[in-house]
């Protein structure tokens, strides 16, 4: 019912930045929160950053005060704004969202490769 396209992934050197966007689309009026989760070469899928529909946030300590997400609810998107990338941040990453009104659901997107070389 929510569909996702992820866009912004590539290669940077360590010490530069990049936004990852999100753009939700179908039946988005009941999206109540907004996630980035991240996942490394032989490593679990782990939490990134997640953002409530009242603009309350949380991190992963590996990210916090380096990330920022944020969403902008006219546009029906989520960003990740990634400063100071190091090498460890090098991971496919993935938006997901959560929601429900008279049913839970969850939605992902295709995932997009983040490379930060040393």
């Known amino acids: 019912q929510v569909q996702l396209v992820e866009s912004g992934g590539g290669l940077v050197q360590a010490g530069g930045s990049l936004r990852l966007s999100c753009a939700a689309s179908?039946?988005?009026?009941?999206?109540?929160?907004m996630n980035w989760y991240r996942q490394a070469p032989g490593k679990q899928r782990e939490l990134v950053a997640t953002?409530?529909?009242?603009?309350?946030?949380n991190y992963a300590d590996s990210v916090r005060g380096r990330f920022t997400i944020s969403r902008d609810n006219a546009k029906n998107t989520v960003y990740l704004q990634m400063n100071s990338l190091k090498p460890e941040d090098t991971a496919v990453y993935y938006c997901?969202?959560?929601?429900?009104?008279?049913?839970?659901?969850?939605?992902w997107g295709q995932g997009t490769q983040i490379t930060v070389s040393s």
């Open positions: 997901n969202v959560l929601g429900g009104t008279s049913r839970a659901f969850s939605s």
């Open positions: 179908g039946n988005i009026f009941s999206i109540n929160v």
């Open positions: 953002i409530t529909s009242g603009g309350s946030t």
